[in-house]
């Protein structure tokens, strides 16, 4: 089993300083923004960039006995990846490159097993 999301909400901040560009070394005059905003630090741009990815493996097993019992079993694998779960995507260690956060999602569970009876 599978799903893919494409074009999900995301947020980055278009003012974010570039270290090669900044002269003065206070963060501040790498930022491609400050000679038009000087008193804006940050500058968010929402957009729809991000992605996720989660593949699963699923198996159930059910039985009922003669005598009533009844149980089922289930185990899932699963593997879940995107750039942006959370709050992560308003927290990007580089605005100019979003595909460095892809990484497992935060609610990334690989193992699962389930199990319940009746009598």
Not at 74 to 82: E, M, V
Not at 88 to 111: K, L
């Amino acid at each position: 089993m599978g799903n893919k999301g494409n074009r999900l909400y995301s947020v980055r901040d278009i003012n974010q300083n570039v270290y090669n560009n900044d002269t003065e070394g206070d963060e501040l005059s790498g930022r491609p923004y400050i000679t038009k905003f000087p008193y804006l630090n940050y500058i968010d741009m929402l957009e729809n960039y991000d992605f996720s990815i989660y593949y699963s493996l699923q198996v159930t097993l059910k039985q009922q006995s003669t005598n009533g019992l009844f149980f089922v079993a289930g185990y899932t694998w699963a593997h879940s990846i995107d750039n942006g779960s959370s709050n992560r995507s308003a927290n990007v260690q580089n605005s100019y490159d979003i595909a460095a956060e892809r990484g497992d999602s935060d609610f990334d569970v690989r193992n699962r097993f389930t199990f319940a009876r009746h009598l």
